[in-house]
């Protein structure tokens, strides 16, 4: 069966190493000319793990995970309000817990499936017609048939918008984000640090590449794209005053094309399939980063899906899925979207409120609750 993965992301990479070694023949057609490079950081925890581990890269990712000691909580002048530390973040994770950049583990993901699928690169998917035998995509250039379709095209999604239209399955949550690379003129390259005023946000972390950090910004605003050359000044708009180290992380800012800056945004359908083409990861059901589980999910949808079309027709095999990992996404935007509202708290009350309830929690009498919050746990049966 000749099945197109629209995406090469975390979600279109493990579908394919799923699909190939359940004697499918899957082929990846990725919009971007190569492999990621830089990105952001996350950790990767709970089920991404257990199937990074089920596909023998967990010991090649622990060897390129980030240096982050402790993620901490500072004031405008730096001083620290909040401590998540190295031992409480293990016991949360029960020692299962890899910081990596996204390109570190779409580096391994493509390192995994190299020698067995076929990777085309700098070819967007376009668009789709499907008939009862088959379906036919479109790329720049020219078409080709396949049995099946996967969108694993990310949450601004081609393929959903090929099969169910229009861009009214997407729901802003208030916020928007934006990150690039910065020279670490502070030496913090080891901790992971949070700095919150009343609707705005900026986060640093290493990338691991020495003198390096990530700026991360977030702030409270109305959905909408920001076109390219307008990022950094929109980001000089917004931070404007603001305390900590942020103004020299924006003077140190790139140019304002290489931001990467886009709105929290989950997608919502009332279906991740119709006929022979199906959706998995951010592309049906994005979380945004809020929830700390787009990741885990990409990869369990793209595990669960394989496994379901290995030992059932197609459309039992989408129903079967979706049946599977729907609630378990649901469940995690509904937590996300609460989280939301207190991550970047509107107003000075709201900012105190979260301050105390950080210093509050950051204990170990509460890493079973902290567990449940990052789904430091797998769905997957052991
Ligand atoms: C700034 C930021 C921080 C985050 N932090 C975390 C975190 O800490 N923890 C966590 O779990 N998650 C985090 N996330 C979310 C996480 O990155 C996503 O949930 C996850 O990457 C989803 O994987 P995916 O493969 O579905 O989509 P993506 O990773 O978006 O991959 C989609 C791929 O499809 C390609 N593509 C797009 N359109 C086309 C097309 N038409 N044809 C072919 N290819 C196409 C793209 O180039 C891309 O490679 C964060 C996200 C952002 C943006």
Sequence with gaps: MKILVAGGGVAGLTLAYWLHRRGMTPVVAERSPEGRLGGYGFDLVGTGHDIAARMGIAGRLAARTLPIDSVDFVDGSGRTLARLGAPLLDRITRGRNLALL??????????????????????????????????????????????????????HSAVRRAIFGGDGH???????MACFPVP?????????????????????????????????????????????????????????????????????????????????????????????????????????????QGVSMAMAGAYVLAEQLATADHRTAFARYERRLRPEVVRRQRNARLFARTLVPATRTGLAAQNLMSRFVMRDAFAPLLRRRFGADSILPA
Excluded: K
């Design 170 to 176: 997407a729901r802003h949550l208030g916020c928007t």
């Design 102 to 155: 996204h390109s570190t583990l779409e580096d391994e993901l493509i390192e995994a499936v190299r020698d067995d699928v076929e990777i085309r690169f700098d070819l967007p998917v376009e668009s789709l017609v499907q008939d009862a035998d088959g379906v036919t995509a479109r790329f720049p250039g020219g078409e080709e048939r396949f049995d099946l379709v996967v969108g694993a095209d990310g949450v």
């Design 184 to 292: 670490d003129r502070y030496g913090a390259g080891r901790v992971r640090t949070h700095y919150t005023e009343p609707g705005r946000q900026v986060v640093t972390y290493g990338t691991g590449r020495p003198g390096e950090l990530i700026a991360l910004f977030l702030f409270r605003d109305e959905p909408g794209p920001v076109p390219r050359a307008a990022r950094l000044d929109r980001l000089r708009d917004v931070f404007a005053g603001a305390g900590w180290i942020t103004p020299r992380l924006l003077a140190d800012a790139p140019e304002s094309r290489e931001i990467f800056m886009d709105a929290m945004t989950q997608i919502e359908l009332p279906r991740w399939h119709r006929g022979r083409v199906a959706l998995i990861g951010d592309a049906c059901g994005c979380l945004t980063l809020v929830s700390a």
